[in-house]
């Protein structure tokens, strides 16, 4: 009996595309003849895919993908359409319905859409629908862009709890250096730590229609390992390649989540990763001791400064005073609250500030960052 897994594939611009940049209806078909192969085993799939862009670009005059935003939103806004199309199609020959999910950045940092988004797609993989997110280009203002849709698939993994995040991409995985640049550079077939040796050997786009490069995919398989989401980096122009990256056959990079780490559950991804933290809270050892090994709830006594403005309820950066990020939590303060009452004792807070239990930041509200990066 196979395992059901929450799949989450992430198809790139330039496995979708083909020489000339436009978008290849071929290489489309074949890929969710791939994706229904898994969805064959019983498996749920959410797909992230790009290709708005290189599939309207075309179609609005231009002859090489432009480069100014207004542009590449209204190629998107043309793209989008075809890519669905093509994909509706294709699913629907294997029997499956496809639907379309258009994210940006700011949804993910309300917590409320987060969740409304993560009670869709929930819905949509109960009924076999195949949910396929791309950020909402049209819209998307320069800042709040996930800046690639590598990002936005990690995010996605989390969102839906997956099990596992395959990026498909035009390479078979993560080579130890460049291969644009080192002919000599090698597969690395299993990863267990993202070193600052890979962040350094991953490398910018080879293509004229990829954005973000292996380097955007490492920052974005930090996200999904966080969550304790194993992820897969492999060829999308191999046959079987999703059907044996889930039985751990396929040819790739396999980034394995850290067992030490425990996956984190929604809300505390939607606290670590999306957020998008208001201000910085900056503490002394003790409190860094008390929150990172003693399951502690974190005191105004061990706050040492406050950054930038805040309400009670916003997510804030917690650091220490060494400038290392601890972690992300939930504060109970304002930031004017806090400068008031930073390195007092709980019984010294004047009663007008003090909240229930007084602690700046619970313990379940707080997400340990020392061991991941955040974005
Ligand atoms: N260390 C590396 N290992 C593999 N690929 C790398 C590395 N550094 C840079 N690259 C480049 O990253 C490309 C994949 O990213 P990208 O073009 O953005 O693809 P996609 O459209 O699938 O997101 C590879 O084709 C390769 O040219
Ligand atoms: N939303 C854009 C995606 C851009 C993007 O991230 O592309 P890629 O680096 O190929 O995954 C599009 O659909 O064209």
């Given at each position: 009996?196979v395992?059901?897994?929450?799949?989450v594939?992430?198809?790139?611009?330039?496995s979708l595309?083909?020489?000339?940049?436009e978008?290849?209806l071929r290489?489309l078909?074949?890929?969710?003849?791939?994706?229904?192969?898994i969805?064959?085993?019983?498996?749920e799939?959410?797909l992230?895919?790009?290709?708005?862009?290189?599939a309207?670009?075309r179609k609005?005059?231009?002859?090489?993908?432009?480069?100014?935003?207004?542009?590449k939103q209204a190629?998107?806004?043309?793209?989008?359409?075809?890519?669905m199309?093509?994909?509706?199609?294709?699913?629907h020959?294997h029997g499956y319905?496809?639907?379309?999910i258009?994210i940006?950045?700011?949804?993910?940092?309300?917590?409320k859409?987060?969740?409304n988004?993560?009670n869709?797609i929930?819905?949509?993989?109960?009924r076999g629908?195949?949910?396929?997110?791309n950020?909402?280009?049209?819209?998307?203002i320069?800042?709040?862009?996930?800046g690639?849709?590598d990002?936005?698939?990690?995010?996605?993994a989390?969102?839906?709890?997956?099990?596992?995040?395959?990026?498909l991409?035009?390479?078979?995985?993560?080579?130890?250096?460049?291969?644009?640049?080192?002919?000599d550079?090698?597969?690395l077939?299993?990863?267990?730590e993202?070193t600052p040796?890979?962040?350094?050997?991953?490398?910018?786009?080879?293509?004229?229609?990829?954005t973000?490069?292996?380097?955007?995919?490492i920052?974005a398989?930090?996200?999904?390992l966080?969550a304790g989401?194993?992820?897969?980096?492999g060829?999308?122009?191999k046959?079987?390649?999703?059907y044996?990256?889930?039985n751990?056959?396929?040819?790739g990079?396999y980034?394995?989540?850290n067992?030490?780490?425990?996956?984190?559950?929604?809300r505390?991804?939607?606290?670590?990763?999306?957020?998008?933290?208001?201000?910085?809270v900056?503490i002394?050892?003790?409190a860094?001791?008390?929150i990172?090994?003693e399951?502690?709830h974190?005191l105004?006594?061990?706050?040492?400064?406050v950054?930038?403005?805040?309400?009670?309820?916003?997510?804030?950066?917690?650091?220490?005073?060494?400038?290392?990020?601890v972690?992300?939590?939930?504060?109970n303060?304002?930031a004017d609250?806090?400068r008031?009452?930073?390195?007092?004792?709980?019984?010294?807070?004047?009663?007008?500030?003090?909240?229930?239990?007084?602690?700046?930041?619970?313990q379940?509200?707080?997400?340990?960052l020392?061991n991941?990066?955040?974005?």
């Amino acid at each position: 009996m196979v395992d059901k897994k929450r799949i989450v594939v992430k198809i790139g611009s330039s496995s979708l595309t083909s020489r000339n940049g436009e978008i290849s209806l071929r290489k489309l078909a074949r890929l969710v003849d791939e994706i229904a192969l898994i969805k064959e085993e019983g498996h749920e799939v959410v797909l992230v895919s790009s290709g708005a862009v290189a599939a309207g670009y075309r179609k609005l005059g231009f002859i090489e993908r432009p480069t100014e935003l207004a542009e590449k939103q209204a190629a998107a806004s043309i793209g989008q359409c075809q890519l669905m199309e093509a994909y509706s199609e294709r699913f629907h020959s294997h029997g499956y319905t496809a639907s379309q999910i258009l994210i940006t950045r700011s949804d993910f940092s309300d917590q409320k859409r987060y969740m409304n988004a993560r009670n869709t797609i929930q819905v949509l993989l109960e009924r076999g629908v195949v949910p396929i997110v791309n950020e909402n280009d049209t819209i998307t203002i320069k800042q709040l862009k996930f800046g690639d849709n590598d990002t936005l698939s990690a995010k996605v993994a989390g969102l839906v709890e997956a099990d596992e995040l395959f990026i498909l991409s035009d390479i078979d995985g993560l080579y130890d250096d460049n291969p644009n640049t080192n002919p000599d550079a090698k597969l690395l077939e299993v990863v267990k730590e993202i070193t600052p040796e890979i962040e350094a050997a991953a490398g910018d786009s080879g293509s004229d229609v990829g954005t973000g490069g292996m380097s955007s995919k490492i920052e974005a398989v930090k996200i999904s390992l966080a969550a304790g989401i194993e992820t897969f980096i492999g060829d999308a122009n191999k046959s079987n390649i999703l059907y044996d990256a889930v039985n751990h056959q396929a040819r790739g990079t396999y980034f394995k989540a850290n067992d030490e780490l425990d996956g984190l559950d929604v809300r505390q991804h939607w606290i670590a990763f999306n957020s998008g933290a208001k201000g910085e809270v900056i503490i002394d050892d003790g409190a860094r001791v008390a929150i990172t090994q003693e399951q502690s709830h974190l005191l105004p006594q061990g706050v040492r400064e406050v950054n930038g403005g805040f309400d009670c309820g916003d997510v804030v950066v917690i650091r220490h005073m060494n400038g290392e990020e601890v972690g992300r939590g939930v504060i109970n303060y304002s930031a004017d609250q806090l400068r008031k009452i930073r390195r007092l004792k709980l019984t010294e807070i004047p009663d007008d500030i003090k909240v229930t239990d007084s602690e700046a930041i619970k313990q379940e509200e707080f997400v340990c960052l020392t061991n991941v990066m955040a974005n």
